[in-house]
């Protein structure tokens, strides 16, 4: 996702007076969201025991930094089905 609709700050004269996500409702939409409309939020979509673990570590805590900044952010580790699959040189 791009940050754009994390960050937009201009007002535009529309209908809609909040156009923006925030953070969390941004994860929310790639995660259980995205699951829940291939009505797979069963096995997938959030961290629940019994589900596929599929995620990953990033180099910072995405919801502390400036939206300006997520940009930024390093996948120090990817998990698939709960294996670790991928792993970043000098990461955490």
Known sequence: ???TALA???K???SILNESLSVLEAIRVYTY???YTAF???NRGSLEEGKLADMVVLSD???AVPV???????ADQTYVNGRLVYERRGGS
């Open 61 to 63: 805590d995405i919801l």
């Open 1 to 3: 996702m791009s940050t």
């Open 40 to 42: 797979e939020e069963g």
């Open 68 to 74: 300006t900044r997520i940009r930024e952010l390093k």
């Open 33 to 35: 969201n995205g699951a």
């Open 8 to 10: 937009r700050k201009k």
């Open 12 to 14: 535009v004269r529309c």
